[in-house]
């Protein structure tokens, strides 16, 4: 009885705060230019940058930025060339190489973004660094991030509902997949959405958008030399074929047939 009364307290805390959040005037529906769509925001600007801030602030205290000034400036440069060009200008974006020889970029919210020491090596040309970073504006442009955070705030809100009543653990544990499932389906598409924009944007800012290609080419070679992953169906990118062949489209305009099949593949 009391672990009944415990669930249902928790509940009511989890609902409440959803609530508060809901009606604190947090909501807006708009067009947004960079996916062509209305979309449903929860998350305020100014909340998303202050979280971006915080969230950049301990990965540079994990893993520090690269002590070369004149790298930085180029990084820099590049990057700002591209966020002129962005479908969002509501936010200052911010472009940083981390001191990690992981073959890796991210976008955080609010606008930061960055990209790894090993990373920029393998992006060896202004061109290549550009297509890594046009990605990266492309997630900020699609708000990303806070789609994402808000499909958390969703799940744990339906979670709290859920441990009102006494459920079989099948059904929590058939939940949890699904979500994880929906999610992974998500980051999939933001990831295709990203590749899509990363071509627009680097035409529009004058770079070579067939660099978004070359660099896909390289991590692909990179990516045969690792070993075999386990439980691929739970990988948030999706196949690189499938990522040539969206930014082909972007590029030329229309889908080859092999482009078609490898789109396919993905359905």
């Known amino acids: 009885m009391k672990s009944v009364k415990k669930k249902q307290s928790l509940s009511l805390i989890i609902l409440l705060i959803v609530a508060s959040f809901l009606t604190a005037g947090c909501v807006s529906l708009s067009y947004n230019v960079a996916t062509g769509q209305r979309e449903t925001i929860l998350y305020p600007t100014e909340k998303e940058v202050k979280l971006g801030k915080r969230l950049a602030k301990k990965l540079i205290d994990k893993y520090g930025?690269?002590?070369?000034?004149?790298?930085?400036?180029?990084?820099?440069?590049?990057?700002?060339?591209?966020?002129?060009?962005?479908?969002?200008?509501?936010?200052?974006?911010?472009?940083?190489?981390?001191?990690?020889?992981e073959v890796n970029a991210l976008a955080l919210p609010g606008g930061y973004i960055f990209i790894s020491k090993g990373l920029v090596e393998v992006a060896d040309t202004d061109d290549e660094i550009a297509a890594v970073l046009a990605h990266e504006v492309g997630h900020v442009a699609c708000y990303h991030a806070v789609k994402k955070m808000q499909g958390h705030f969703l799940y744990t809100f339906l979670r709290?509902?859920?441990?009102?009543?006494?459920?079989?653990?099948?059904?929590s544990a058939g939940s949890d997949f699904a979500y994880l499932s929906v999610m992974m389906?998500?980051?999939?598409?933001?990831?295709?959405?990203?590749?899509?924009?990363?071509?627009?944007?680097?035409?529009?800012?004058?770079?070579?958008?067939?660099?978004?290609?070359?660099?896909?080419?390289?991590?692909?070679?990179?990516?045969k030399k690792e070993p075999l992953r386990r439980y691929t169906y739970f990988r948030t990118h999706p196949p690189i074929a499938t990522r040539k062949a969206v930014i082909r489209q972007e590029i030329t305009g229309r889908l080859d047939y092999e482009g078609y099949l490898n789109l396919m593949e993905d359905y």
């Open 65 to 101: 930025l690269v002590d070369d000034d004149i790298e930085q400036q180029r990084i820099d440069e590049i990057g700002k060339r591209l966020a002129r060009v962005s479908d969002r200008q509501d936010i200052e974006y911010h472009f940083d190489i981390i001191d990690d020889e």
């Open 160 to 171: 709290a509902l859920s441990l009102t009543q006494e459920r079989d653990p099948a059904f």
């Open 185 to 223: 389906r998500y980051s999939q598409d933001y990831e295709k959405e990203a590749d899509r924009l990363s071509a627009r944007y680097l035409k529009r800012a004058g770079f070579n958008p067939e660099a978004a290609l070359s660099i896909l080419n390289k991590l692909e070679e990179i990516d």
